[in-house]
């Protein structure tokens, strides 16, 4: 099941807007500019993608969401072990001197920072449609991007969900990182909203 053409590009657009929303968010919190931008926004087939991530061994770690109404949504966020080693850097160094001794501090500073771009995209959403979508806790588990992708991909049915993804750049002064979002959304309640 699709969305129209122009649904498609009012969803780009929001999740745009929301990507913006969480610089702002990840800057108050490591008190540092950040630029954070989305780039190759696009609607997948789960084969291809599944095909791309086959051929990536590499070590990630995810974090997953999940709402249920008024919109259905499994969100998962996934940054390499180099950027999530180099988030967690810039975010925790202006508290690093309480932090030193925190048990696995770059799981839980990946799950925050997956949070703010999960929280800052669907609220744009659900800011401009005037709904309340509210998501599980994260999630956070480290494995390669198929692992994590199998996560989310639960019992979804093309002929009644949707996928988008996204690239994201996140730079700060001291910083240079990237993470993967993937979005699943049941295309009839995202159309309910989109009617609005």
């Known amino acids: 099941m699709k969305l129209r053409s122009g649904q498609k590009e009012v969803l780009s657009r929001l999740l745009e807007v929301g990507v913006t929303r969480s610089a702002e968010l990840l800057g ?13 926004v ?9 095909t791309w991530f086959q051929r990536d061994g590499g070590r990630y770690l995810g974090a997953r969401f999940i709402s249920h109404d008024p919109l259905s949504l499994r969100f998962l966020v996934i940054f390499p072990d180099r950027s999530s080693k180099a988030v967690t850097a810039s975010v925790t160094r202006p508290y690093a001197g309480k932090m030193r001794d925190f048990p696995d ?4 500073t990946i799950g925050e920072v997956s949070n703010i771009l999960a929280q800052g995209i669907v609220g744009a959403v659900a800011d401009e449609f005037g709904a309340k979508v509210i998501f599980s806790s994260p999630e956070v588990n480290d494995g390669t991007k198929t692992n994590l992708f199998a996560g989310v991909l ?9 996928l988008m993804m996204a690239q994201i750049d996140m730079c700060s002064e001291d910083l240079t990182a990237e993470c993967s979002v993937i979005m699943i959304a049941g295309v009839e309640s995202l159309q309910r909203l989109l009617a609005n």
């Not at 501090?105 to 839980?108: D, L």
């Not at 639960?154 to 949707?162: I, S, T, V």
């Open 154 to 162: 639960g019992d979804y049915d093309a002929r009644k969900d949707m």
């Open 105 to 108: 501090i770059v799981r839980s």
């Open 28 to 40: 108050k919190m490591s008190r540092t500019k950040w630029s954070v931008v989305a780039s190759s």
């Open 42 to 50: 696009s609607e997948i087939p789960v084969v291809r993608l599944l």
